[in-house]
């Protein structure tokens, strides 16, 4: 299997960082930690190592380093549980789509506080009528002197209650035959007049998913994010960013640490056929996943990959959390950090599929790609 490509060391350095913090005590392990491990100060102690916009120009303040780099980077915080959620879309989709079509200004004004870990930014895609059908989105940005006034709502906005900026997909053009027309990107201020943020209560007590309302929200015309019109264009290369990458199948990560650990003390044969078809499953979808990132390297758009990453990925690890609930590690170890792990990561799994694009959603590209190939 390849391995990401980085300089020697650097997966040593990010493994002895992330357990320096953690014993003494910024964080505690937790599944899921890139949405709901919302810690600002966190993201600034990544960002003085430059392990965040490491792709980036170094005039954005970036590392100009590999994507692959990048990619064991993220492996190694995403394994060790880290609180990485407050620069997470910014790092992950939102940088990346400005270097691609956002103006300079917007570069120079947004890219630097976002590799210092100091500007949040949510995603703001889904709506309640729409989920994951994107092209059926209704909130609507009509033209005002110098800028735009957005109307709508948006839905399991994550940390916007937390967050600076939000990036709105909406409909600046009349509704027409082609669905995916007349649809635009706009960078909204979270503290902006008129917006309201309402955080919603998950099953699990956490409140990382938000409704973000607009009422005649007033946005200047420096804030369009690439060209009014090309929104569905743009949405769909920033997509290949958001379903493909290793937090597709390592959420649950210090679960399975805990689960080894434990088996290692007492191990069965029920128990180690799990972890072994785990690890195998697991190899093959992080071949899957670094073959996207040398894809994106190469300024490829490899969205059914992409689909497939996020398919596969998600359903594996709710397959998994599910598996281990009902090992024999389980049923006499449901004591202490494992417990907690574990109570944590049942409650999450249900969402795996769903955030990202729904499992039908992403079969159907599939799907398509499969008849016209």
């Excluded at 120009?57 to 190694?76: D, K, M, N």
């Excluded at 597709?248 to 007492?266: C, G, K, N, W």
Aim: proline share 4%.
């Amino acid at each position: 299997m390849t391995a990401p490509r980085c300089r020697p060391g650097l997966r040593r350095e990010v493994r002895a960082f992330a357990r320096h913090e953690r014993d003494r005590g910024t964080y505690l392990p937790s599944c899921n930690a890139w949405m709901d491990g919302h810690d600002p100060e966190f993201s600034r102690l990544l960002g003085e190592r430059g392990w965040i916009g490491m792709t980036w120009p170094r005039r954005y303040g970036g590392g100009e380093r590999t994507e692959l780099e990048r990619y064991a980077v993220i492996e190694e915080l995403l394994a060790a549980g880290a609180p990485i959620a407050a620069h997470w879309f910014a790092d992950r989709q939102i940088g990346p789509q400005l270097l691609r079509i956002g103006t300079e200004e917007q570069r120079q004004r947004m890219l630097a506080p976002m590799a210092a870990g100091n500007l949040h930014v949510s995603i703001g895609m889904s709506e309640a009528d729409a989920g994951s059908d994107l092209a059926a989105v209704r909130t609507t940005a009509t033209r005002s002197r110098g800028g735009w006034v957005v109307n709508g709502t948006k839905l399991w906005t994550s940390n916007a209650h937390r967050n600076h900026l939000v990036v709105v997909l909406c409909r600046t053009g009349e509704r027409v035959t082609d669905r995916h027309a007349g649809l635009s990107q706009l960078i909204v201020g979270l503290d902006a007049a008129g917006v309201d943020v309402a955080p919603i209560a998950g099953i699990d007590g956490d409140s990382h998913f938000c409704e973000v309302t607009f009422r005649d929200v007033f946005v200047d015309e420096a804030d369009v994010l690439g060209e009014i019109g090309a929104g569905w264009q743009q949405v769909t290369a920033e997509l290949a960013r958001e379903r493909s990458g290793p937090e597709r199948f390592l959420s649950v990560m210090p679960l399975v640490d805990e689960t080894v650990s434990l088996i290692a003390q007492t191990p069965t044969a029920g128990d180690l056929e799990l972890l072994g078809s785990a690890v195998g499953e697991l190899a093959v979808l992080r071949q899957l996943s670094i073959d996207v990132a040398d894809a994106l390297t190469r300024g490829e758009v490899p969205d059914l990959d992409a689909a497939l990453v996020k398919d596969l990925g998600t359903r594996f690890e709710q397959e998994l959390v599910d598996a281990i609930s009902r090992s024999e590690v389980a049923a006499s170890s449901m004591t202490g950090s494992f417990s907690s792990l574990l109570r944590s990561a049942l409650l999450a799994a249900p969402g795996f599929t769903l955030r990202g694009g729904a499992t039908e959603v992403l079969r159907s590209i599939v799907g398509r790609a499969a008849l016209q190939g």
